[in-house]
């Protein structure tokens, strides 16, 4: 079991920067692979970024390649996304999850959630 608390969400206008977190219970968090999720009022939840449990694997939807960075911690059991040059359309709950699978890109294939944190861009 893996239970992932999500933080770092906010307000932010238009070309700044954010950066999440996602601390994760338990000790096997280093087996995990773990993804940024995110959903915008009416929409889908949509994939945004994942990275693989050991090494430097990632993996990113369009929209934000160049723009948002995915990393972690694992002795701090924490995956971080960093958000720049955020956009209006950016706008969303973002979530993280947890996954034994690789590559993984869609919500199906994560075990793990955590409760969603807002952001919000203001043009």
């Known amino acids: 079991q893996v239970q992932l608390v999500e933080s770092g969400g906010g307000l932010v206008q238009a070309g700044g920067s954010l950066r999440l977190s996602c601390v994760g219970s338990?000790?096997?968090?280093?087996?995990?692979?773990m993804g940024w999720f995110r959903q915008a009022p009416g929409k889908e939840r949509e994939f945004v970024a994942a990275r693989i449990w050991n090494g430097g694997r990632t993996s990113y939807v369009d929209s934000v390649k160049g723009r948002f960075t995915i990393s972690r911690d694992n002795a701090k059991n924490t995956v971080y996304l960093q958000m720049n040059s955020l956009k209006p359309d950016d706008t969303a709950v973002y979530y993280c999850?947890?996954?034994?699978?690789?590559?993984?890109?869609?919500?199906?294939?994560?075990?793990?959630w955590g409760q969603g944190t807002q952001v919000t861009v203001s043009s």
């Open positions: 338990g000790r096997t968090f280093s087996s995990y692979a």
């Open positions: 999850a947890a996954t034994g699978r690789w590559p993984a890109t869609k919500s199906d294939e994560y075990d793990y």
